[in-house]
């Protein structure tokens, strides 16, 4: 009996001591889980096809309330496809051309210009054709197109100017067609700016490097201070920091410091690298005596009359989701006239009552901000404690509830000067948390920083902004959105980097990619041309105008 008792009690703590063991396990169990899900919860509750949100801290029960997930990454495949479609109709528009030496490139002094069907005198609103044969330096005529021609009518007392249209025959001929738009005397013009060889040049050169620009990024850790190389590519095997647009997939690099992390990078300045892609021999083609030559000799004139033609059907208001003609318009007095929609006399403060205005761009859009403030003086600029060209402007009314303000663009940012990155991000997720609403207007302008780079990067910065706008239209429909294109620059500026070539380009991709999207066109592009400025900041009487438009279109 006692032996019975003493073996009851032996498989009792034996029991119990398994039991102990078990709770032991489980415990360690449910450490190592709770450790491995809050070190790495999105992968663990992905694997069990969980809803996860620490926004809300809702790892296991699901709010009242549907969750809005945010915007899923875009399609690499997707992307990559759209971004081939719009780059090969450009190199279908830019075929190799041969290039073995000056003399069989095109020659402005020795390719002709006719006019066809020449008159004494021509009628407003008439259209001149001018026929155009290039020829090489030794008088051959060329057997293939190419060039990258400028036409540009212009009445120097008038204060007017238009631009003309060019056709390429793809055999060395041309058709420049001027739809004559004022009377008096009208001077015709068309400029050489760089022969199909230079063309051909440029477009091979500028797809084959991201370093013609240098970026030095600046960290900020306590006291130190430490510079590294930045890109949109980096060729190193050093450490980088890289700076994600997760739903775009569009980085930015910087050497990563030692000991220093990447979230301390706070400013950037950039300067010209001594670096080409284009080969020697081609490099006589872009010497400024080879830029922008004029092929008719000196301007030839012609004179314009009313004459007696019917009185010219009203145009209805310019308004968003019109496509610009081309010519989009002409000058005259100083002042700009859309050829296909007119113009009505708007008081800009009246307009601009109870807005919300957000320009998103570069240098050109600030000129907006400043023409803003210059002529309306209640406005007030508001503080936003950054320093120097590039920070973020604020400018309100109060009385009358308008807000103005101004914020460039993400990477890459060209400046000599050091400018801070510390809120730098793409346009898109700025208008992907714009709320939008029937007085609230987006202005967007892109392109002359994209220019040193291969065309892609525009491309697919254009097609990510694009995106953005779709989203927004769709959930704020009433939302006015307004694209400013990018103007002609200076014929002196560095040209494998800067030529307007480059810039003609990007204009073509940018009319591509937004055609079809509700929003107005501000074709500042066809606006410089016909004002002659060759300015990348064009004067604020251009500026003045651009924004007429504008007001026409929001109001």
């Not at 006015?480 to 002196?492: P, Q």
Request: contains cysteine; aromatic residues 10%; proline residues 5%.
């Amino acid at each position: 009996m006692e032996n019975s008792k003493k073996m009851e009690r032996i498989r009792t703590m034996k029991t119990m001591a398994s039991r102990k063991s078990l709770w032991v396990l489980l415990l360690i169990v449910i450490i190592w889980v709770s450790f491995t899900v809050f070190r790495n919860p999105p992968k663990i509750w992905a694997a069990f096809k969980l809803p996860v949100s620490f926004s809300g801290w809702d790892l296991v029960m699901k709010p009242s309330c549907p969750t809005v997930l945010p915007n899923p990454p875009v399609s690499l495949k997707e992307t990559e496809l759209r971004v081939w479609e719009v780059l090969e109709k450009l190199d279908k528009q830019i075929p190799p051309r041969p290039f073995t030496h000056l003399n069989t490139t095109t020659s402005a002094t020795h390719s002709t210009a006719t006019i066809l069907n020449p008159r004494d005198t021509y009628c407003v609103g008439d259209q001149l054709d001018v026929l155009l044969v290039a020829k090489d330096y030794s008088g051959r005529r060329k057997e293939y197109g190419g060039d990258f021609l400028r036409a540009r009518i212009f009445s120097p007392a008038l204060k007017a100017g238009a631009s003309g249209k060019v056709t390429d025959f793809n055999n060395g001929t041309y058709l420049v067609s001027f739809t004559l738009f004022w009377e008096g005397p009208v001077s015709l013009s068309i400029l050489l700016m760089h022969p199909s060889e230079g063309v051909s040049a440029l477009w091979r050169a500028r797809k084959q490097g991201y370093d013609r620009i240098i970026f030095t990024g600046l960290f900020v850790s306590g006291t130190s201070q430490v510079r590294t190389d930045c890109a949109l590519v980096l060729n190193t095997s050093a450490e980088l920091c890289q700076y994600l647009d997760a739903q775009d997939q569009e980085a930015f690099y910087c050497v990563k410091p030692p000991n220093v992390p990447c979230a301390a990078l706070t400013h950037m300045q950039s300067k010209n690298k001594k670096v080409s892609y284009l080969r020697q021999q081609e490099r006589s083609l872009f010497e400024r005596s080879n830029i922008g030559v004029e092929i008719m000799g000196k301007p030839k004139v012609i004179s314009v009359s009313k004459c007696n033609k019917e009185a010219v059907p009203a145009k209805q208001r310019c308004k968003l989701g019109m496509v610009p003609a081309i010519p989009s318009g002409y000058v005259w007095k100083n002042s700009w006239n859309p050829a296909s929609c007119s113009l009505a006399p708007i008081k800009m403060k009246d307009c601009l009552r109870g807005k919300l205005i957000h320009l998103m761009g570069d240098s050109t859009l600030r000129q907006w901000m400043e023409y803003f403030k210059s002529k309306i003086n209640t406005l007030r600029s508001v503080d936003l404690h950054e320093t120097g060209k590039l920070q973020h402007q604020l400018a309100v009314d109060l009385d009358e509830k308008i807000n103005i303000q101004w914020q460039k663009h993400g990477y890459p940012l060209i400046g000599s000067l050091v400018y801070s990155v510390k809120e730098i991000e793409n346009m898109a997720r700025i208008i992907d948390r714009t709320g939008g609403e029937k007085n609230t207007v987006i202005v967007i302008s892109l392109g002359q920083h994209f220019r040193p780079f291969p065309i892609d990067v525009f491309i697919r910065r254009a097609l990510s902004v694009h995106r953005a706008l779709q989203r927004l239209l769709l959930r704020s429909p009433d939302t006015m959105v307004v694209l400013k294109t990018e103007n002609t620059r200076e014929m002196t500026s560095d040209v494998e980097r800067f030529s307007d070539f480059h810039g003609y380009t990007q204009y073509l991709a940018l009319k591509d990619i937004f055609q079809g999207l509700n929003v107005g066109v501000i074709d500042a592009w066809d606006m410089t041309i016909a004002y002659g400025t060759n300015d990348v900041h064009p004067p604020q009487h251009v500026v003045g105008s651009q924004i007429n438009i504008f007001l026409d279109y929001i109001c």
